[in-house]
């Protein structure tokens, strides 16, 4: 079946064909590891793994690089501002190593609890500076880049064309630009490969130029060509990161070697909350820490991210994400009726959802209309094993864990008649083991005695 993907290069989607035949190399932009993640930046990890998950339920075997960004770049994504890590190992008194270590674990760790298949390769950028410094050569040698008193900048005007992704208008971008923060630079678009460090900078290096550090964008260029090639399938990240990060990764990399480096390029939209920006003055930067404290799961966060398209925007509130908690649980509910169901289902019933489940995700990765197959599959009446094995099956995209038991962490009050009931039944105290399952009953769970022992839902 054809998979179609949005291309950002484009503007259009078009049907996918990786460079070899079966396998994709892809690469996607990681975290700037000065603070915790927030479900923002959750949101389009999320994104690169349902395409990972698509592209394998479609037989690709993937090579996939994402980097750690543990130089510091600018707050602002142009050469501005203050340096994150810095600013990071500041306000933690610690050094800038010691932050991205801590950060990079931590990110990790969400990973993990979203369900996030990890990329093959994750590359730190302190880990390729010589790689780094080596591509800014090659560039200077071309002739695609100059020097002023203390950074190398890229020259955006010897390029055919500046801005292809964002087909931003050069010569508008000029005349509204502010006074500019360096001088020395010779065109608005210039953007700097490698930077003098003064003498308090902590991150620096010695290198061709003397003790510097690397621009923001040279990472992603470096590594990508290191470990996928000069032009590789798909390159990923977050909408923010068209109109200047992956504008000059495109640039850098045709200074290197005349060539975009990636056939697609795909990103994911924003997410809102409470239709509005997240912002630190609105105290509305949440993590998977805070999701946590209100009890729920990083496994909800991932079910209420279905209910959008990766390329609109998604709007956070308490109340959807309660939807999508409950939306799961029953959700795996069905999936267990399903899987103890005895009824047999119709080779063509299988078929015609399958069908259906894959042309939802090879529509661009469209979840939200294959979730609606998952839902009708969930609500069949007929409850069949086909049914639980055709819902692991899109399981496999949805990364769920439908088969997972859910773990619930029951209140105090509840855990004491759990254990009471359990003493009853080792007693063989049926009367007293019926009225407390009564008990809980009432109380809303629900109690199933297996062969493994008393299991305790939420009904
Ligand atoms: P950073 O660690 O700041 O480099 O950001 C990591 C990723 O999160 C980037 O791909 C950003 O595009 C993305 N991102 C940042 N804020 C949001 C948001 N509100 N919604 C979705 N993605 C975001
Ligand atoms: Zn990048």
């Known amino acids: 079946m054809e998979l179609k993907l949005y291309n950002t290069l484009t503007r259009q989607k078009e049907v996918f ?22 479900i923002g930046n959750l949101r389009s990890y999320i994104f690169m793994d349902n395409l ?3 592209l394998k ?18 707050e602002s994504d142009a050469d501005e501002g203050e340096d994150k890590m810095i600013k990071a190992a500041k306000r933690e008194n610690k050094d800038p190593y010691e932050i991205a270590k801590f950060y990079t674990e931590k990110f990790m760790i969400d990973l993990n609890k979203l369900n996030i298949s990890m990329p093959e390769i994750i590359c730190k950028a302190t880990d390729h500076i010589k790689e780094m410094e080596e591509y800014v050569q090659k560039i200077i040698e071309n002739g695609y880049a100059y020097e002023t008193k203390d950074t190398i900048y890229f020259d955006t005007s010897k390029l055919d064309k500046y801005g292809v992704l964002s087909n931003i208008n050069v010569e508008e971008q000029k005349a509204g630009a502010r006074v500019e923060f360096d001088k020395e630079k010779k065109n608005v678009t210039d953007f700097a490969l490698w930077i003098k460090a003064p003498e308090n900078h902590i991150m ?13 964008h040279i990472e992603c260029s470096a590594m990508g060509r290191k470990y996928l090639g000069e032009q590789f399938d798909i390159h990923t990240g977050g909408i923010d990161h068209i109109p200047i990060h992956h504008e000059n990764e495109i640039a850098q990399s045709k200074g ?3 060539k975009i480096p990636a056939n697609w390029w795909m990103h994911c939209e924003f997410l809102l909350i409470d239709g509005g920006k997240m912002s630190k ?13 209100k009890g729920f799961t990083a496994m909800d966060y991932r079910m209420f991210n279905f209910t959008s398209h990766y390329r609109n925007k998604l709007n956070f509130t308490w109340d959807s994400l309660e939807s999508a908690k409950i939306a799961l649980s029953r959700l795996k509910e069905a999936y267990r009726k399903h899987a103890n169901g005895e009824e047999n289902v119709s080779e063509e019933i299988i078929n015609d959802y399958k069908t259906r489940f894959h042309e939802a995700i090879n529509d661009d990765l469209n979840m939200p209309q294959a979730m609606g197959v998952v839902w009708e599959i969930a609500k069949n009446s007929t409850k069949s094993k086909k049914f639980a094995e055709l819902l692991l099956k899109f399981d496999e995209v949805l990364g769920l864990r439908l088969d997972e038991e859910e773990k619930i962490d029951l209140p105090e009050e509840i855990q004491k008649i759990v254990e009471e009931r359990i003493r009853a039944r080792e007693n063989k105290d049926w009367a ?5 399952r009564d008990i809980l009953n009432e109380k809303g769970y629900t109690v199933k005695d297996t062969k493994d022992g008393m299991k305790v839902t939420l009904k």
Request: charged letters at 25%.
């Open 204 to 216: 620096k290096w010695d290198t061709f130029w003397g003790k510097c550090y690397p621009g923001w």
């Open 52 to 54: 990972r998950r698509v």
């Open 256 to 258: 290197y070697s005349g």
């Open 17 to 38: 064909k990786s460079i070899d035949k079966n396998k994709v190399r892809m690469y996607s932009c990681g975290p700037t590891v000065y603070y915790f993640a927030h």
């Open 432 to 436: 007293k083991s019926d009225e407390l």
């Open 281 to 293: 003055s609105l105290n509305n930067v949440y993590t998977i820490a805070d999701l946590e404290k």
């Open 57 to 74: 339920y479609n037989g690709y075997e993937l090579l996939h690089a994402m980097n750690i960004t543990d130089v510091g770049h600018l």
